[in-house]
């Protein structure tokens, strides 16, 4: 296959009419600018040049393949132009994978920031309820960015974001609401809103229980954080909730585990050397895990 250097060097001898004037033009000596030109000839098979008494022209062969010469080195330029404006924000697009329940608390604020500060940078995104899922994602190449838990087994780059807490969503007037701190052996006997299988939550939450003798008794399951808040706030049940599914409005009793439930929050990729990849993760990063001030009163 012809390099783009020969292709350049045709393309400056056709435009010169002249080796001379063409070597000058791209700063080569006229041997190594006929070293190009030769070994295009031989990927051609034919002759691409002419060579008369004053300068050169093209052979039939050299105005076949002249227009799409150009073309390539129109679309290697395009693509040194396109690459130097993507690693400035001037586009290019970047696909995030976050865990659902951290995509309105966490994420959203970032990504009003960023599409500010990058309008000509797209962005995608897809919502998991698994860390592992998220972790899959990175590994088969169809995501640059994922946010969630620290995932059992991943092999790329883990940058911290910080720790969130697990907190107890209560029903109004529910008899644990009197107490500040709330146990698992206190949660043995109550009817939980659970988590459905798919959720990474309902196995982790499972086995926090179980590090205290404990087995949660599921009076309804849920795949999505935020539901389950809103379902125990309807009566349905106690919920254990990350507060980063918790709005930031008025919320239901909340009280904190005894001894404390918490949660690595990570950005995993496989490219850390992204220069956009590398500038969305140090955002995320920057602006670390929010508690939604209405939580954080009613924490205190």
Not at 87 to 109: D, I, W
Not at 111 to 130: I, K
Not at 182 to 199: A, G, K, S
Request: overall charge positive; some cysteine.
């Amino acid at each position: 296959m012809p390099t783009l250097r020969a292709l350049e060097c045709l393309v400056a001898v056709l435009d010169a009419g002249s080796i001379t004037e063409a070597a000058a033009a791209l700063h080569m000596s006229q041997p190594a600018l006929s070293h190009q030109l030769a070994a295009l000839e031989r990927e051609i098979g034919a002759p691409v040049l002419e060579r008369l008494p004053r300068g050169v022209r093209a052979t039939v062969v050299g105005r076949a393949v002249a227009a799409d010469a150009r073309a390539a080195l129109a679309a290697a330029q395009r693509v040194v132009s396109t690459g130097r404006a993507t690693a400035r924000g001037a586009g290019g697009h970047v696909r995030l994978a976050c865990a659902e329940s951290m995509t309105a608390g966490l994420l959203a604020p970032v990504l009003r920031t960023w599409l500010r500060r990058n309008p000509a940078v797209g962005l995608s995104l897809t919502e998991t309820t698994s860390a592992d899922e998220l972790a899959r994602l990175i590994d088969a190449g169809e995501t640059d960015v994922a946010i969630g838990p620290r995932p059992t087994r991943f092999t790329g780059a883990v940058e911290l974001i910080g720790v969130e807490e697990i907190v107890a969503v209560l029903p109004p007037g529910h008899p644990l609401a009197e107490r500040k701190l709330i146990t698992f052996e206190q949660l043995r006997d109550e009817p939980l809103v659970h988590y459905h299988p798919d959720n990474g939550l309902a196995a982790w939450l499972d086995a926090e229980a179980a590090r205290h003798q404990v087995t949660l008794t599921a009076a309804v399951r849920t795949r999505q954080a935020g539901t389950a808040a809103r379902l125990a706030a309807a009566g349905l049940g106690v919920a254990l909730v990350p507060t980063t599914a918790l709005g930031g409005g008025a919320v239901p009793p909340i009280r904190r585990l005894r001894p404390g439930v918490t949660r690595d929050l990570v950005c995993l990729t496989a490219t850390p050397a992204d220069v956009l990849v590398r500038r969305f993760i140090a955002e995320v990063v920057r602006r670390g895990v929010p508690v939604p001030a209405a939580v954080a009163t009613a924490l205190e």
